[in-house]
């Protein structure tokens, strides 16, 4: 059992930066490899990134590799997304989710917990 909650969405102009957090609440939380996936409208949901339990590893989709940056602090049961070089292209919901797997992954199936999303529009 995890509640996830996103933050730090907003407006930015592209070439900005921002930096989404994702609050954990549970027990478990420690134990989980952490992604952030994101759906633009009238698109399926893509996968952006993700992180193993232990922050040793990472993973990416290639449209946002050297741009984005996850890491996590498991004593704040924190994970973070950050943005940079943003895109017009990068608009979308941003959800964080948890897996029940200890190795990142960009498999959607493999997540059992997901937040409610956070807005982020970079306007050209």
């Known amino acids: 059992q995890v509640q996830l909650v996103e933050s730090g969405g907003g407006l930015v102009q592209a070439g900005g930066s921002l930096r989404l957090s994702c609050a954990a609440s549970?027990?478990?939380?420690?134990?989980?490899?952490m992604g952030w996936f994101r759906q633009a409208p009238g698109k399926e949901r893509e996968f952006v990134g993700a992180?193993?339990?232990?922050?040793?590893?990472?993973i990416y989709a290639d449209s946002v590799k050297g741009r984005f940056t996850i890491s996590r602090d498991n004593a704040k049961k924190l994970v973070y997304l950050q943005m940079n070089s943003l895109k017009p292209e990068d608009t979308a919901v941003y959800y964080c989710?948890?897996?029940?797997?200890?190795?990142?992954?960009?498999?959607?199936?493999?997540?059992?917990?997901w937040g409610q999303g956070t807005q982020v529009t970079v306007s050209s």
């Open positions: 992180v193993s339990w232990g922050g040793g590893s990472t």
């Open positions: 989710a948890a897996s029940d797997r200890i190795v990142a992954t960009m498999n959607p199936a493999l997540f059992g917990s």
């Open positions: 549970g027990r478990t939380f420690s134990s989980y490899a």
